[in-house]
């Protein structure tokens, strides 16, 4: 791998967490008028991951102290997940970031009370997490992209069988669509059948178009990544047959693709799976989403700088995560 492009990766990785660093208040908050929760979930994740652990562990006990509550969920308030709409929608997205970089940092005070409500997610029967209230909660629907993510906590808190039941269902997901050369359904009911039928309006959470741009590619992305993990720590090869599957799926999309801030995790599931296979076109595709998100960073080091701050917050923090795992993951390839 070109040495230059993956310093391009970290430069532009510091830039962003430059950004967040100038914001970070005494208190470990963003300041008075940054008070959504989708301002801070990802951030420890990128700053113990960069090497600032204090300041990791600033946000960390923000996040406790405003968020946190006694069930172990997160919320911005008593009555609001987010200001982001799609945090209701997919109710444990925000709290596997939580989870997961807690458990990195060894805050077990966060991360233990954190797992157990994420856990309630987990759907028995199917074998993946449903998507926006617990189990038994609502309408016990399944996604692949809470799957996923819970999945790969499940991994990162020691649950290696909880891990595989969402692989598999994952390769369920795949064997189930029935023309992929259009899209990708994304969802699943209670009994385990896919969801084909929805509202249009309603279309970005429950298809991926394979012809369509504009797409939300990073329900794609997540699979990748967890499968390619999955199989690192399971040695059993199904997983990362299915890996490549799904990014045979993303490589056959839209080529805008390529060229979408969205497809963030396409990359770093790209890169994951091409760690594993060395394989050059999952270098390539991984490389050209990159080179797309490298260019459209905001010379303050944000992404989406003129989005609201529950936005470029989120992304920027997002974004210059995978350009760290991104790299790591390619070096010496």
């Known amino acids: 791998m070109d040495v230059e492009w993956l310093e391009k990766c970290q430069k532009s990785s510091h830039r962003a967490l430059a950004w967040l660093t100038q914001k970070i208040q005494s208190d470990g908050s963003y300041g008075l008028k940054i008070g959504d929760l989708a301002c801070y979930y990802k951030s420890p994740y990128l700053f113990y991951l960069s090497g600032l652990s204090e300041e990791a562990s600033l946000i960390l006990r923000t996040i406790k102290t405003r968020f946190l509550q006694l069930d172990g969920d997160f919320k911005t308030s008593s009555d609001l997940k987010s200001a982001n709409d799609a945090f209701e929608e997919y109710w444990a997205y925000t709290n596997a970031w939580i989870a997961i970089a807690a458990q990195k940092m060894g805050r077990f005070d966060v991360a233990t009370k954190a797992y157990q409500?994420?856990?309630?997610?987990?759907?028995?029967?199917?074998?993946?997490?449903?998507?926006?209230?617990?189990?038994?909660?609502?309408?016990?629907?399944?996604?692949?992209?809470?799957?996923?993510?819970?999945?790969?906590?499940?991994?990162?808190?020691?649950?290696?069988?909880?891990?595989?039941?969402?692989?598999?269902?994952?390769?369920?997901?795949?064997?189930?669509q029935p023309e992929l050369k259009s899209g990708f359904y994304l969802r699943l009911d209670d009994n385990g059948e896919l969801i084909t039928n929805y509202a249009h309006e309603k279309e970005i959470f429950y298809q991926v178009s394979a012809v369509k741009p504009l797409q939300a590619y990073f329900m794609i992305g997540y699979p990748i990544a967890f499968l390619g993990k999955l199989y690192q720590a399971s040695n059993e090869d199904g997983y990362l047959d299915c890996a490549k599957k799904y990014l045979d799926f993303a490589l056959d999309c839209h080529e805008n693709i390529r060229e979408f801030h969205f497809s963030h995790k396409v990359a770093w599931g790209s890169a994951v799976v091409a760690n594993l296979t060395r394989e050059t076109r999952y270098i390539d595709l991984a490389k050209s989403i990159v080179d797309y998100l490298l260019n459209i960073q905001d010379p303050?080091?944000?992404?989406?700088?003129?989005?609201?701050?529950?936005?470029?917050?989120?992304?920027?923090?997002?974004?210059?995560?995978?350009?760290?795992?991104?790299?790591?993951?390619?070096?010496?390839?």
């Open 117 to 176: 409500y994420l856990k309630s997610f987990f759907h028995e029967k199917n074998g993946g997490f449903t998507t926006n209230k617990p189990y038994g909660k609502s309408n016990n629907v399944v996604d692949v992209l809470t799957t996923a993510h819970l999945g790969l906590a499940a991994l990162y808190f020691g649950e290696l069988d909880r891990a595989k039941s969402a692989g598999n269902l994952l390769k369920k997901f795949i064997s189930m």
């Open 300 to 333: 303050s080091g944000a992404w989406l700088k003129d989005e609201p701050p529950h936005v470029s917050f989120d992304q920027t923090a997002e974004i210059a995560i995978w350009l760290r795992e991104i790299s790591t993951e390619l070096i010496g390839i």
